[in-house]
């Protein structure tokens, strides 16, 4: 009998750790559009990409909405599969090298050396309780230019995407394109930049 109780015993407290087991983590990831045809005729410039700061709440992997004009939170089991700085790094190289317009794209993190390091700070990737139902990025890039150790070009986004649903799947997609959108048109600023003041 007492075997029998202890069996039991066991077997409730299976049943009740299973029934109380923790919701699964889902990830998520930025995805850039498909690659276009490089142009042709690279510039003469080596380009580090560097570090991209943001506050301590973007540099984790929760994904992050507001509520009101001060109030900010976290989804516990919906998460970015690396922390949004690093994606924008690795999506920004990816473009610059994709366009063919550059001599060499490299990480700063790398041991390459490079005439102009691209730097920036993310002010915002986050859902913007509605409604609207609102997908916000703010991103600012900068061109520092090694040789003369200043800052020679600037350029400052900010966007608010609309989301198609209260599913954190299509905030994720709204801000999908949002970045998208954002790094296109900073990379068309740099080339400007650099169609304007051609590298001597």
């Known amino acids: 009998m ?3 109780s ?3 015993t066991l077997a409730l407290t299976l049943l009740l750790s299973a029934c109380g087991a ?5 990830y998520y990831a930025l995805q850039l559009p498909p690659s276009r045809p490089a142009a042709s005729g690279a510039l003469p410039v080596s380009l580090l990409v560097g570090r991209i700061a943001a506050p301590h709440v973007f540099r984790d992997d929760r994904i992050v909405y507001r509520t009101g004009t001060i109030e900010m939170g976290t989804y516990e089991y919906h998460r970015w599969a ?3 700085t690093e994606m924008l790094e690795a999506m920004l190289i990816r473009l610059l090298r994709d366009s063919g317009r550059y001599q060499s794209v490299q990480s700063q993190r790398s041991n390459a050396r490079g005439d102009y390091i691209l730097r920036g700070r993310l002010f915002s990737l986050e859902e913007m309780s509605g409604p609207p139902l609102m997908a916000r990025v703010v991103l600012e890039i900068e061109l520092y230019d090694v040789k003369n150790g200043t800052t020679v070009w600037t350029q400052y986004y900010s966007h ?3 989301v198609q649903s209260k599913e954190v799947s299509a905030v994720v997609e709204a801000l999908t394109r949002n970045v998208q959108a954002g790094l296109q048109q900073i990379t ?4 400007q930049y650099f169609v304007s003041h051609p590298p001597k």
């Not at 923790?22 to 889902?26: H, I, L, Q, V």
């Open 22 to 26: 923790a919701r699964p983590n889902k």
């Open 82 to 84: 690396e922390p949004p």
């Open 160 to 162: 608010d995407e609309p």
């Open 188 to 191: 068309a600023g740099l080339e």
């Open 6 to 8: 202890m069996l039991l």
């Open 2 to 4: 007492r075997r029998f």
